[in-house]
């Protein structure tokens, strides 16, 4: 069975620029997530869907980020005017539904200089 | 301030020896999951221990959770070198995402 795939696995910007990570879950898994976990810290919850749906999106820097599901398939996480701030791993996963184990995938490693 | 959190920034032991990294978490949970993380890779789960349980095992794997405390801990016995990672606990809060602390680093030396 694959698991959650992530594009691209690193990426370095400036400041100002923009990026958008892409995201295909594992098959059948309606719930994806997305988290940040700078470096030294553990993944904190950036936004999350049920198919389509966003079902949370309050941690999400709403003036520069952006998510999508089009399909309730994959994903995609798009920051606009990147901050040296933004520097993390961005890691992409999904689940069968809230409280069941969540697979993550690789995750993308992005610095902004 | 942290919903979750391990205790210790970092352990390190001997191949061999036993481990156990502990966790406190300050809100009312449906289930606590266990998770490791290797360089370069994602978090993958080890044990999820509901609120109505006190112990799970899996393999090398002890988990226990004490909800009067608000705590929890992972245990890991005849430790290898490959057990070398961060160890993340997450809570469930029901119907919500999960929610992880700021993690445990051990390494196993030979």
């Known amino acids: 069975e694959a698991g959650v795939t992530q594009s691209p696995r690193y990426a370095v910007l400036q400041e100002g620029q923009a990026v958008s990570f892409w995201c295909d879950p594992i098959?059948?898994?309606?719930?994806l997530y997305w988290y940040q976990q700078p470096r030294d810290q553990g993944p904190q919850l950036l936004v999350y869907f049920r198919d389509e749906a966003v079902i949370d999106n309050s941690q999400l820097p709403s003036d520069r980020f952006s998510a999508v599901r089009p399909k309730g398939t994959n994903s995609t996480l798009k920051i606009q005017s990147a901050k040296q701030g933004d520097t993390a791993t961005y890691l992409c996963?999904?689940?069968?539904?809230?409280?069941?184990?969540?697979?993550f995938g690789k995750g993308t490693r992005l610095t902004v200089v | 301030s942290q919903l979750a959190e391990e205790n210790l920034w970092a352990l390190s032991v001997h191949e061999g020896e036993s481990v156990t990294v502990n966790c406190s978490y300050k809100t009312s949970i449906t289930a606590l999951q266990w998770y490791r993380q290797k360089s370069g890779e994602g978090p993958a789960q080890l044990i999820l221990?509901?609120?109505?349980?006190r112990e799970k095992r899996n393999g090398r794997l002890r988990a226990t959770l004490d909800t009067s405390s608000q705590s929890s801990s992972l245990s890991i016995t005849a430790t290898r070198c490959e057990d070398t990672a961060v160890y993340f606990c997450?809570?469930?809060?029901?119907?919500?995402?999960?929610?992880f602390g700021t993690g445990t680093t051990v390494s196993v030396s030979p």
């Open positions: 221990i509901r609120s109505n349980e």
């Open positions: 997450a809570t469930d809060q029901g119907g919500r995402a999960l929610i």
């Open positions: 098959s059948g898994h309606d719930t």
């Open positions: 996963a999904s689940s069968q539904g809230v409280g069941t184990e969540v697979f």
